[in-house]
């Protein structure tokens, strides 16, 4: 059974709803944190290390994304 804090982290792994440049990204990430969440015993350290990388994940989206007209690259 996944500990509440696992599945609450899980959710932000979503990624069936971005465009597919940001998708091609956020997808393996998705897959690390759902294969750690099922193959380690349920602890606070799997729950910080999801947290550590939908952090990750959320900085690679980030340089994913089209650059702003001015913005610096």
């Keep these: 059974m996944t500990h509440p804090a696992v ?13 597919a440049e940001l998708r091609a990204v956020s997808e ?10 099922t ?3 349920q602890s606070s350290q799997v729950t910080l290390g999801l947290q550590k990388l939908l952090e990750a994940k959320d900085c690679f989206v980030r340089a994913a994304l089209p ?7």
């Excluded at 599945?7 to 465009?19: D, I, S, T």
């Excluded at 393996?28 to 969440?37: D, T």
């Excluded at 650059?67 to 690259?73: L, S, T």
């Design 67 to 73: 650059k702003r007209e001015g913005e610096a690259g």
């Design 7 to 19: 599945a609450e982290k899980l959710e932000f792994f979503e990624f069936e709803h971005l465009p």
């Design 28 to 37: 393996p990430c998705a897959r690390l944190a759902h294969l750690m969440a």
């Design 39 to 41: 193959s380690l015993p």
